[in-house]
């Protein structure tokens, strides 16, 4: 078996490739499930009806998509210039200390103030989280894949610091929490529902994003930089310059998915700000990966995770399955989405055994 | 209770070889996947993996042996998965791995959940007659139980194997010039499916001592960020196994001190000083990138890079 290069990438291939991977992966799923005794089938209609069924069930897959669109779009960002930042869910936990310190100096005031300014903590705290692997990969060639991910356990225990000790709300009863913040540092929300103004931030980025992207000469390096580093600093780019700009907005999106987390779902400081199960911050890297560096699949591909979230939490409940199977779904369809683009460039060739190929050069794999 | 300084320096460098050897053992594999040009990230999802195999074959036979070698058994299944995305289908390293880290924690928490609460068979302190009497170093060294003992024995092997013959002569070549080496009859499949598959099961051994010796139970994602400070340890070790041993207690030392420093009640918050061993990770890697700089010691050429006979 090998792989042999097609003349031009099969169009088809390309669409045909994500939707053949869900299934798959739901089908790996499906016999995991079977392993334990669950019923598959049953399983995945309550988890679509529960989701996508109900007007409720959609609010709350917004509620879910909203901080992973932009996390995922910070991510984006940064894997497009082939900087690894896999780091978002540490730079999404300081961005929500940073809008609670705002809340925890005490200020009771207008939400045209409060929020601004709490959108600035949180940015401001994860934009700086970031810059530490983006400075050392600049000055020190410091592999950013470890020190993005490691700085992920250190803001989580910075965070457990403040809501086990400092901050902790005295008649929380034990629980490591702050108090509840006051209504000027509460994100509106649509009447009746979960969903708040922080959905309303996410797809404006995600326009930002777009126009950065495709139409500003910063967009086009970023762009370039990532394809081919030599042809970028040829051009006279600055690639260090532009890794410390792309990771100060990458970690600032993941720090304000935090602040909108705060303010606008817990509004509070606690532990699991983002689910432990299926933590935001990972499940972002296979967002942009999916999304195709593109903002709209970005969000898109966001909004089906988040079904996928609401649909795991209710199985849970319902049918006592673990909610790991979120994550697991998850990467499953990263795998087949990984080996499907491979055959949407090479075709896969069987030889038969004892047949040497034609030309020995052209066996490879 | 007041322990004379001493009693208390060994009690930590012994808890410091205990503490390093779930990373010594995945940090040997690592190396080898590295070497012949097979970055593999996913090092936390199949110490998980590990994990949660050995615990729940260990539980079930009521043998911990048994369970370390269902451990390493899953860890190089669940490897193969990376090698045939990146090795056959040349799919990119970085990804395959972080999605392998991704599905090796999520499945390890789905067939973990009914394990949770359970106490498994661990492994004993064995006492080594005679080297255990030494001061010191044989309570630190020769205390210890037989998975500690095991690595000591793999560290020298791996040594031997990665420079002294042919096999290991053949693995680095393929990592470094993965085209000569094939011109040269190597086949640079089979060496990297090989050395993955292997830093798979070693990987698998790490996680089967987190929950079969250094606890004796399984708890979610207890790995705790071990795999990827092992990524870290790999580049410090400058891709030598005898190297790899003295980052792995390097970080077993942080780890043991912060839970001792806590014990004796020196009064830094508990959560700066969880944070120890994740920042002195980073430092480390800090200084192996601005040694690598100078001293020019590189990581395998090929690492990272699928090979492709037909695209030489």
Redesign the interface.
């Given at each position: 078996m090998r792989l042999e290069l097609r003349l031009e990438r099969s169009r088809k291939l390309e669409y045909l490739v994500p939707v053949v991977s869900v299934l798959l992966s739901l089908v790996v799923c499906a016999v995991l499930l079977l392993s334990t005794g669950a019923n598959p089938l049953a399983a995945y209609s309550a988890m679509l009806k529960e989701a996508f069924g109900t007007s409720y069930g959609i609010t709350e897959v917004l509620v879910k998509a909203t901080p992973l669109i932009l996390c995922g779009l910070g991510v984006m960002l940064a894997f497009k210039m082939l900087f690894w930042n896999i780091g978002a869910e540490g730079q999404l936990h300081m961005g929500a200390w940073g809008a609670t310190a705002v809340v925890m100096t005490g200020w009771d005031g207008s939400p045209w103030l409060m929020i601004p300014a709490m959108m600035l903590g949180g940015f401001a705290a994860g934009a700086l989280w970031a810059l530490i692997p983006a400075y050392l990969k600049v000055k020190l060639n410091t592999n950013e894949i470890i020190t993005t991910l490691l700085l992920n356990y250190v803001a989580i225990l910075w965070v457990a610091h403040f809501i086990y000790g400092p901050w902790k709300d005295p008649v929380s009863f034990g629980f490591p929490m702050t108090m509840q913040f006051p209504e000027g540092a509460q994100l509106l929300r649509l009447a009746g529902t979960r969903v708040h103004l922080g959905f309303v931030f996410a797809l404006v980025i995600a326009v930002a994003l777009y126009f950065i992207q495709e139409k500003s000469r910063w967009g086009f390096e970023i762009a370039v930089t990532g394809g081919n580093p030599n042809a970028a600093e040829y051009a006279g780019m600055n690639a260090g310059r532009n890794i410390l700009l792309v990771m100060l907005i990458s970690g600032g999106l993941a720090g304000l998915a935090g602040m909108v987390e705060v303010s606008g779902i817990q509004l509070k400081l606690l532990k699991d700000i983002s689910p432990h199960a299926a933590p935001y911050g990972y499940t972002a890297i296979i967002i942009a990966w999916l999304a195709r560096r593109n903002p709209w699949g970005v969000v898109l591909v966001s909004i089906l995770m988040g079904g996928l979230y609401v649909g795991g939490e209710t199985v849970q409940i319902t049918m006592k399955l673990p909610v790991n199977i979120v994550l697991i779904i998850q990467a499953l369809i990263l795998f087949f989405v990984l080996g499907g683009d491979i055959l949407s460039r090479y075709r896969l060739v069987f030889d038969r055994p004892g047949q040497r190929p034609k030309k020995a050069a052209l066996s490879g794999g | 209770m007041e322990a004379s300084p001493l009693v208390l320096v060994v009690a930590v460098l012994q808890a410091a070889v205990r503490s390093g050897t779930p990373i010594l053992f995945v940090c040997i594999g690592e190396i080898y996947a590295e070497r012949s040009g097979v970055l593999n990230?996913g090092l936390e999802g199949l110490m998980l993996v590990g994990a949660i195999a050995g615990f729940s074959v260990g539980y079930s036979v009521g043998n911990p042996v048994v369970g370390v070698i269902a451990a390493a058994i899953a860890g190089a299944l669940f490897s193969l998965?990376h090698a045939y995305?990146t090795?056959?289908?040349?799919?990119?390293q970085?990804?395959?791995g972080?999605?392998?880290t991704?599905?090796g924690?999520?499945?390890s928490?789905?067939f973990g959940?009914p394990m949770i609460g359970q106490v498994g068979p661990g492994f004993d302190q064995i006492a080594i007659p005679g080297l255990s009497s030494i001061p010191i170093l044989g309570q630190v060294l020769f205390r210890q139980d037989a998975m500690v003992y095991l690595s000591y024995l793999l560290v020298p092997i791996a040594w031997w194997v990665m420079y002294k013959t042919h096999l290991g002569l053949a693995i680095r070549s393929v990592g470094e010039n993965p085209a000569t080496a094939d011109s040269l009859g190597v086949s640079v499949?089979k060496v990297r499916y090989g050395c993955v598959l292997f830093g798979g099961a070693m990987a698998g051994l790490g996680g089967a001592y987190l929950s079969l010796a250094y606890t004796t139970m399984w708890i979610e994602?207890m790995s705790?960020?071990r795999g990827?400070?092992t990524?870290?340890l790999v580049?410090f070790a400058a891709w030598n196994p005898a190297r790899a041993m003295l980052g792995a207690y390097l970080f077993g030392g942080a780890d043991a001190l912060q839970l001792r420093v806590q014990a004796v009640g020196i009064e830094i918050?508990?959560?700066?000083l969880?944070?120890l061993p994740?920042?002195l990770?980073?430092t480390i890697?800090?200084l192996a990138?601005?040694a690598s700089?100078r001293r020019r010691i590189g990581a395998p050429a090929a690492l990272g890079l699928p090979?492709?006979?037909?695209?030489r």
């Amino acid at each position: 078996m090998r792989l042999e290069l097609r003349l031009e990438r099969s169009r088809k291939l390309e669409y045909l490739v994500p939707v053949v991977s869900v299934l798959l992966s739901l089908v790996v799923c499906a016999v995991l499930l079977l392993s334990t005794g669950a019923n598959p089938l049953a399983a995945y209609s309550a988890m679509l009806k529960e989701a996508f069924g109900t007007s409720y069930g959609i609010t709350e897959v917004l509620v879910k998509a909203t901080p992973l669109i932009l996390c995922g779009l910070g991510v984006m960002l940064a894997f497009k210039m082939l900087f690894w930042n896999i780091g978002a869910e540490g730079q999404l936990h300081m961005g929500a200390w940073g809008a609670t310190a705002v809340v925890m100096t005490g200020w009771d005031g207008s939400p045209w103030l409060m929020i601004p300014a709490m959108m600035l903590g949180g940015f401001a705290a994860g934009a700086l989280w970031a810059l530490i692997p983006a400075y050392l990969k600049v000055k020190l060639n410091t592999n950013e894949i470890i020190t993005t991910l490691l700085l992920n356990y250190v803001a989580i225990l910075w965070v457990a610091h403040f809501i086990y000790g400092p901050w902790k709300d005295p008649v929380s009863f034990g629980f490591p929490m702050t108090m509840q913040f006051p209504e000027g540092a509460q994100l509106l929300r649509l009447a009746g529902t979960r969903v708040h103004l922080g959905f309303v931030f996410a797809l404006v980025i995600a326009v930002a994003l777009y126009f950065i992207q495709e139409k500003s000469r910063w967009g086009f390096e970023i762009a370039v930089t990532g394809g081919n580093p030599n042809a970028a600093e040829y051009a006279g780019m600055n690639a260090g310059r532009n890794i410390l700009l792309v990771m100060l907005i990458s970690g600032g999106l993941a720090g304000l998915a935090g602040m909108v987390e705060v303010s606008g779902i817990q509004l509070k400081l606690l532990k699991d700000i983002s689910p432990h199960a299926a933590p935001y911050g990972y499940t972002a890297i296979i967002i942009a990966w999916l999304a195709r560096r593109n903002p709209w699949g970005v969000v898109l591909v966001s909004i089906l995770m988040g079904g996928l979230y609401v649909g795991g939490e209710t199985v849970q409940i319902t049918m006592k399955l673990p909610v790991n199977i979120v994550l697991i779904i998850q990467a499953l369809i990263l795998f087949f989405v990984l080996g499907g683009d491979i055959l949407s460039r090479y075709r896969l060739v069987f030889d038969r055994p004892g047949q040497r190929p034609k030309k020995a050069a052209l066996s490879g794999g | 209770m007041e322990a004379s300084p001493l009693v208390l320096v060994v009690a930590v460098l012994q808890a410091a070889v205990r503490s390093g050897t779930p990373i010594l053992f995945v940090c040997i594999g690592e190396i080898y996947a590295e070497r012949s040009g097979v970055l593999n990230v996913g090092l936390e999802g199949l110490m998980l993996v590990g994990a949660i195999a050995g615990f729940s074959v260990g539980y079930s036979v009521g043998n911990p042996v048994v369970g370390v070698i269902a451990a390493a058994i899953a860890g190089a299944l669940f490897s193969l998965i990376h090698a045939y995305v990146t090795i056959t289908l040349r799919a990119d390293q970085i990804v395959s791995g972080l999605t392998l880290t991704i599905l090796g924690t999520g499945i390890s928490g789905f067939f973990g959940k009914p394990m949770i609460g359970q106490v498994g068979p661990g492994f004993d302190q064995i006492a080594i007659p005679g080297l255990s009497s030494i001061p010191i170093l044989g309570q630190v060294l020769f205390r210890q139980d037989a998975m500690v003992y095991l690595s000591y024995l793999l560290v020298p092997i791996a040594w031997w194997v990665m420079y002294k013959t042919h096999l290991g002569l053949a693995i680095r070549s393929v990592g470094e010039n993965p085209a000569t080496a094939d011109s040269l009859g190597v086949s640079v499949t089979k060496v990297r499916y090989g050395c993955v598959l292997f830093g798979g099961a070693m990987a698998g051994l790490g996680g089967a001592y987190l929950s079969l010796a250094y606890t004796t139970m399984w708890i979610e994602q207890m790995s705790g960020g071990r795999g990827w400070i092992t990524l870290a340890l790999v580049i410090f070790a400058a891709w030598n196994p005898a190297r790899a041993m003295l980052g792995a207690y390097l970080f077993g030392g942080a780890d043991a001190l912060q839970l001792r420093v806590q014990a004796v009640g020196i009064e830094i918050p508990t959560y700066f000083l969880m944070m120890l061993p994740y920042v002195l990770t980073i430092t480390i890697l800090v200084l192996a990138s601005r040694a690598s700089m100078r001293r020019r010691i590189g990581a395998p050429a090929a690492l990272g890079l699928p090979y492709a006979r037909e695209e030489r």
